[in-house]
């Protein structure tokens, strides 16, 4: 594998359901972030992990909630979501945050569905 | 607030034409621009990484400038190709000290290639 990778790919999920999103990089990055793209409007960045600790958490609801166990792997747990949460969920790395450093190299992403 | 805006938000030229996209944003104080490409139900890769210092750069068919002062960039796309067809995104990192990772995104422009 490389580059950065996403499962599942595709999610569907009941509102009161739980479920979690994986990314792993094999880019030997230091750097992990987590995007949102829904219909029509512009990436909104959620959360930002450099050497697994978060360094950015941009006013995302508690329903979700990243884990950084190690600089390869990012989860992204949902639970109790809302039918507005339905969105492409993107994963990226970067070799750090740093300035210079943070060209950013994207997952293929998971689509939710929340029903 | 930093705001990026692309217009056209859709395309359709036949193929073989040159052309271009635009990008704008509001705050003139960037550390880079990036332009990405955004096949469908699928994740973002880099074409081109601009500095704020530099004023264009060139990847094959695609030609990306900067003026950064009257806050704009295009891309222009040589001799344009079915393949071409996908959404073009443009991305601002913010000129502050730190949090130059926090890439700011357009809405895209959605180009369509027809053969």
């Known amino acids: 594998e490389t580059g950065v990778t996403q499962t599942p790919r595709h999610l569907v999920m009941g509102m009161t359901n739980k479920k979690s999103l994986k990314c792993e990089q094999h880019?030997?990055?230091?750097?992990m972030y987590w995007y949102k793209q829904s219909a029509k409007k512009p990436l909104e960045l959620m959360f930002v992990y450099s050497l697994e600790e978060r360094v950015e958490n941009n006013s995302v609801p508690s329903r979700f909630s990243p884990e950084c166990p190690n600089s390869s792997h990012l989860f992204l747990h949902l639970h109790t979501l809302q039918p507005e949460d339905s969105a492409l969920y993107l994963c990226?790395?970067?070799?750090?945050?740093?300035?210079?450093?943070?060209?950013?190299?994207f997952g293929p992403g998971t689509r939710l569905t929340v029903t | 607030k930093q705001e990026v805006t692309q217009i056209p938000a859709a395309l359709s030229v036949p193929e073989g034409e040159n052309l271009v996209l635009n990008c704008s944003f509001t705050d003139s104080a960037i550390y880079n621009l990036q332009w990405f490409r955004q096949d469908p139900g699928k994740g973002l890769t880099s074409l081109l990484l601009i500095q704020s210092s530099q004023r264009e750069q060139t990847s094959g068919r695609l030609n990306a400038s900067l003026d950064k002062s009257s806050g704009r960039s295009t891309l222009y796309i040589a001799a344009s190709q079915p393949g071409d067809s996908a959404t073009y995104l443009c991305a601002v990192s913010p000129a502050s000290q730190s949090g130059t990772y926090k890439y700011i995104f357009g809405t895209g422009t959605r180009l369509k290639v027809l053969a």
């Open positions: 990226a790395s970067s070799q750090d945050i740093s300035r210079g450093a943070y060209e950013q190299y």
């Open positions: 880019l030997g990055h230091n750097a």
